[in-house]
């Protein structure tokens, strides 16, 4: 009689921890499993599009330096196929993202692709995929027309545009089939632009 005794209390703890994990830890473990996907896409997707932020903002700057520096070039050597005012650009642009540790594609490598526009006067593009998961694009006009309005008649300025086409690798494409079996987020390419009126 001793012996029923001294297991009946073991008994009703053995259930009573049994009917609590079942209630409540089950439940919280059960939720866990389910959110944990969740939580992993929106952390990385926070991460990734930060990432994707902060390299526009460095494609902005380093556009713009190129464009001030074109529109302070002579404008004498433009009927070549390379000019050399073009040339150092593309150079300015291929450094200035070295410098802020991003991979410049191989822009800055004298192997690089570069055609000169045949429908566009004063416009050259360069390509260049080395070391990225696609191709960079790097866009020099040095004869873009801008409109100002100043008065009664229209004046025009020519500018030095320089526009680029970066391509970005989404890390969010890796968790994204969690959620939604299929999609893909892979290649993207991220545009800006700068133009600053010709000085010369």
């Not at 830890?25 to 996907?37: D, G, H, K, R």
């Not at 030095?160 to 969010?172: A, G, K, L, M």
């Amino acid at each position: 009689m001793a012996l029923t005794c001294s297991t009946r209390p073991t008994l009703h703890s053995q259930q009573s921890v049994l009917a609590r994990l079942k209630s409540a830890e089950a439940s919280q473990i059960v939720e866990f499993a389910v959110t944990l996907p969740l939580l992993m896409v929106f952390l990385i997707g926070i991460t990734d599009f930060g990432g994707a932020f902060t390299l526009k903002q460095k494609l902005n700057n380093a556009v713009r330096e190129g464009a001030r520096f074109g529109a302070n070039e002579p404008s004498s050597d433009l009927d070549g196929t390379e000019p050399v005012s073009v040339d150092a650009i593309a150079n300015l642009v291929g450094h200035y993202l070295q410098s802020a540790r991003v991979n410049d594609c191989g822009i800055s490598d004298p192997a690089r692709t570069v055609n000169k526009s045949t429908s566009a006067p004063l416009t050259w593009t360069y390509t260049a995929n080395t070391g990225c998961a696609g191709t960079l694009t790097l866009t020099i006009e040095r004869g873009y027309p801008v409109q100002l309005q100043a008065g009664t008649p229209n004046y025009w300025l020519i500018a030095t545009r320089v526009t680029i086409s970066y391509p970005y690798q989404w890390r969010f494409n890796r968790v994204i089939p969690l959620l939604v079996p299929g999609t893909n987020y892979g290649l993207s390419q991220i545009p800006t632009e700068a133009v600053v009126p010709n000085l010369t």
